[in-house]
């Protein structure tokens, strides 16, 4: 284990998922589109989906898809045709561009997503909602979606629906892990990738119905808020974290006071947050004395943000690696404790009859 490096986590495998790789620009219709076809025939309702993708995320006041898509799942061709409207349009916009790209399976099956990603579909089916990132974004912020969305690949969805965990994917110790494990596109852009992120990431453990439960309230309070600055504003997240992180922030054409003490309030309450995650870890002896800081890994023309202290920010990313590195053993540890051995002596005759016969 390299120093320095965190570690990918079993207790977190499988609840991170890219989105779906279409392939096909076929497949993607306006609302208007979609919605004729709909009353055209109810059935095509059964494979025509809204299609969420990051522009719609970030900078969408409403962050509603903007776009639907033509979903035929892992179905077989035959099946497909079954919805003649939808099939006809995709055979005639999408067949003949798969058919000269090089990936054999988008060939074979070119009704389908290249990546379909039936294994987020699944682990989404028994939620409510699930929590979306945009794989390429200014501000580490999460939303809630429901899961009768087709996800563009452009986007992470987190299938936790737990607004205690979006608390804790919320607050800056996690933007911190995010900023420093994963990586970026540009300097003032991070890419979002959940093997890097997510997957790393050491969850405070063993948290109790009352932490639990004030978790939850600091969630749908943040998030209220913010839906709130969002629609009051007419301002997609981007621009709303612009505001959040501005330091002149002020009351002139652009801010009301409204929006104003809202901000301060968001503001607020990320503090509230950030310490109560602190607290989780059993961290109560670092200030985060949240101010406005020049973060150094930004550039230099735009890195400002209000953010803890960069002494305690430093102090959390070492614990959390050093607690990275301590549940990684552990879960070694007891793997290596779930797996029987079996141990045998066999002659050279024996070793012969064991070797798979190939004809």
């Known amino acids: 284990m390299e120093i320095g ?34 009353e055209k ?19 969408d006041p409403n962050q509603e898809p903007s776009r639907w898509v033509i979903n035929f799942f892992d179905w077989s061709e035959e099946k497909a045709r079954t919805y003649p409207d939808c099939f006809d349009i ?13 990936d054999k399976g988008g060939k074979e099956k070119w009704w389908q997503f290249l990546r379909p990603r039936k294994e987020l579909y699944n682990a989404i089916s028994e939620l409510d909602q699930v929590m979306v990132i945009n ?28 607004l205690s965990y979006y608390s804790i994917m919320t607050s800056q110790i996690m933007n911190e892990w995010a900023w420093h494990k994963g990586s970026t596109m ?19 453990p063993n948290i109790s119905e009352s932490e639990n439960n004030f978790l939850k309230k ?44 809202d901000i301060l309030r968001l503001r607020n309450l990320q503090v509230k947050l950030d310490i109560a995650v ?7 002896d670092i200030n985060p004395n949240h101010n406005f800081y020049d973060i150094e890994y930004l550039p ?14 430093k102090e959390i990313l070492k614990r959390l690696l050093s607690l990275n590195h301590q549940r990684y053993n552990e879960e070694v540890s007891e793997n290596s404790k779930n797996i029987k051995t079996k141990h045998k002596k066999t002659g050279n005759q024996k070793k012969e009859a064991n070797f798979p016969k190939l004809f």
Request: net charge positive; aromatic share 12%; proline share 4%.
């Open 41 to 59: 025939d109810p059935r095509n309702k059964e494979v025509l989906f809204p299609y969420l993708n990051g522009e719609d995320l970030n900078n």
């Open 90 to 102: 995709v055979e005639r916009s999408v067949k003949p561009e798969r058919l000269i790209q090089k």
């Open 186 to 204: 540009g300097t003032s852009t991070l890419r979002y990738t959940s093997s890097q992120i997510f997957e790393t990431f050491p969850f405070p």
């Open 278 to 284: 602190l607290n989780l870890f059993g961290w109560s």
């Open 218 to 261: 600091l969630g749908e309070e943040y998030l209220a808020i913010q839906r709130n600055i969002m629609k009051s504003m007419n301002l997609g997240l981007t621009k709303i974290y612009n505001f959040f992180h501005n330091k002149d922030l002020r009351v002139d054409e652009n801010t009301s006071v409204d929006n104003y003490n």
């Open 135 to 162: 794989n390429h974004t200014r501000h580490h912020v999460f939303a809630f979606y429901s899961k009768n969305i087709v996800y563009s690949h452009a986007l992470t969805v987190i299938t936790i629906d737990s």
């Open 5 to 38: 490096k965190p570690m990918p986590l079993a207790s977190n495998k499988g609840k991170s998922f890219q989105g779906s790789i279409v392939l096909g620009k076929g497949f993607v219709l306006t609302s208007k589109e979609a919605l004729d076809l709909i």
């Open 300 to 313: 230099e023309n735009d890195r400002t943000r209000f953010s803890i202290h960069p002494e305690a920010r």
